[in-house]
């Protein structure tokens, strides 16, 4: 890999007496678009604050582009924020909302205005200049809020979940966009969030946390395809996992035979690795759903509940009645304990 562009060293954050993140290692790529994924509460965010010199360590180290910024000014950092909430300012227009920045470091009107309106231009907004932001959808604001980032020319853009305020169909606009921008800009990106789809389709690479720790750190493919911990699968979307124990499939439920040679301790199952309709097992379809695509079903089992996705085209299930399934070995992923 390339040397750092952001470097977090040893880096230990808390509030009050409480540790939110212990001792955290992490090196970014100049130009590199990297997500911080996890649930609520795994320190995430807390590290996205730390970066922006919003929150100060208890100890460790930051430094961006080579410098020490661990006691540097937010200001000073040479970094760009987008939030969640957008925190445009809603008396101006999007011309003066992206403009403000500049104005503030007294830049010459003519440098204010080329590069206002290259960063609109940038994110899709030329004709949208004498807006308020309460005549833009929220895909519009979005994009503002990111012009109005990258107009300051940052080293490092932090965006802390930006697409949650979103609807479905605006959420894959922006992540599209933002990818796009990225791409053309080179900005170094730190991208916040708990979705793993949106991780998934925009990062480069993935920090996926737990308790303020780095649970596991990899491409996008090594993430969802080869989670290595029993959390990392759960979260990336294995929702069936067991213990295996003697030739058995184990659950605090009971057990199940298992039918072939465990390579691990756990075994996980996406829905989709399910085989529904036949196999040697059975169970009692307690939950149907249609999905589009497929149906998605649980089935009360030895195990306790599996969940499984069957092709639409397939006959549905009742609720209520038996069905044969299978948990195969081609479609397990083996996980450490």
């Avoid at 890999?1 to 509030?15: A, R």
């Avoid at 007294?106 to 030329?126: D, F, M, N, Q, W």
């Avoid at 929702?239 to 298992?258: C, K, T, W, Y």
Wanted: proline share 6%; charged share 20%; aromatic share 6%.
């Amino acid at each position: 890999m390339s040397e750092p562009f952001v470097s977090l060293s040893n880096l230990t954050l808390s509030y009050g007496d409480t540790v939110a993140v212990p001792a955290l290692d992490l090196d970014v790529v100049e130009g590199e678009l990297i997500a911080l994924l996890g649930p609520s509460g795994c320190g995430k965010t807390t590290t996205m604050r730390a970066i922006a010199g919003l929150l100060s360590p208890t100890s460790g180290r930051i430094s961006i582009d080579g410098r020490d910024v661990t006691r540097v000014a937010a200001n000073k950092r040479g970094i760009g924020l987008v939030f969640q909430s957008y925190a445009l300012f809603p008396h101006l227009s999007a011309f003066e909302n992206v403009a403000f920045g500049l104005r503030l470091q007294k830049l010459p009107e003519a440098e204010i205005r080329s590069r206002t309106e290259a960063g609109i231009a940038t994110v899709g907004l030329a004709g949208f200049e004498g807006r308020k932001p309460a005549e833009m959808s929220g895909g519009q604001q979005q994009r503002l809020a990111l012009a109005r980032s990258l107009v300051m020319e940052p080293k490092v853009l932090l965006l802390d979940e930006p697409l949650s305020n979103l609807d479905a169909r605006l959420r894959l606009e922006m992540r599209t966009e933002l990818q796009r921008v990225q791409k053309k800009t080179g900005v170094t990106m730190v991208f916040v969030t708990h979705d793993q789809a949106e991780a998934l389709a925009l990062a480069d690479r993935i920090v996926l946390m737990k308790d303020g720790k780095i649970e596991q750190l990899g491409t996008p493919h090594e993430l969802y395809a080869e989670p290595a911990t029993a959390f990392a699968a759960e979260f990336m979307g294995f929702e069936n996992i067991f213990r295996a124990e003697g030739g058995n499939l184990v659950s605090d439920h009971g057990q199940m035979p298992l039918g072939f040679a465990a390579a691990a301790p756990m075994l996980a199952w996406r829905p989709s690795g399910v085989v529904v309709g036949e196999g040697p097992f059975r169970g009692t379809v307690s939950a149907s759903s249609f999905a589009g695509g497929h149906r998605e079903y649980v089935i009360e089992t030895p195990l306790g509940p599996i969940k499984a996705d069957a092709p639409i085209e397939s006959a549905e299930v009742p609720l209520g009645e038996s069905v044969a399934f299978d948990l195969p070995e081609t479609t397990a992923r083996a996980l450490a304990a």
